[in-house]
């Protein structure tokens, strides 16, 4: 980490001596803050717990709900096949299914026209034109 100014290099020594200082004083300190520690450390469990509860709670009722899901749809599906209901549903099954199309105005159609005859017919192929002069 390069230091590039006086205020850095103040922080660093200051950050260096109050780790000395605190490293000496630890088992004072620790003494000191050992039932604020405790303290909370119960109030961390207690909110952890009850955060799992909640959320391996959630979990099982979305993994409810889709099983149940799961169910219905078998049971329609079988309720579906049983008995006189089976040939229907085989005939839904291969029944063609008619896609709905947007309803578009017809367009009329252009007109062709017939050409005259003197146009369609340019020249005779040369063997027609040979029998024709004999």
């Known amino acids: ?8 290099y103040l922080l660093l020594i200051a950050a260096f001596a109050a780790g000395v ?3 000496a004083k630890w088992p004072v300190i620790r003494k000191k ?6 303290v909370a450390g119960d109030q961390l469990k207690d909110v952890y717990n009850t955060v799992a509860r909640f959320v391996a709670e959630q979990g099982e009722a ?6 149940e899901a799961k169910a219905r749809k078998r049971s329609a599906k079988a309720q579906s096949m049983a ?10 099954m291969f029944a ?14 252009a007109k062709v026209q017939a050409k005259p005859k003197a146009q369609a017919v340019k020249a005779k192929p040369a063997k027609a034109a040979a029998a024709a002069r004999a």
Do not use: H, I
């Open 62 to 67: 979305v993994s409810d709900r889709m099983a």
């Open 33 to 38: 803050l050992e039932p604020w520690v405790n």
């Open 21 to 23: 200082v605190v490293g």
């Open 83 to 92: 008995g006189g209901d089976f040939m229907s549903t085989v005939e839904k």
């Open 96 to 109: 063609p299914k008619a896609k709905a199309r947007p309803a578009k105005a017809a367009k009329p159609r």
């Open 1 to 8: 980490m390069p230091v590039e100014n006086r205020n850095q």
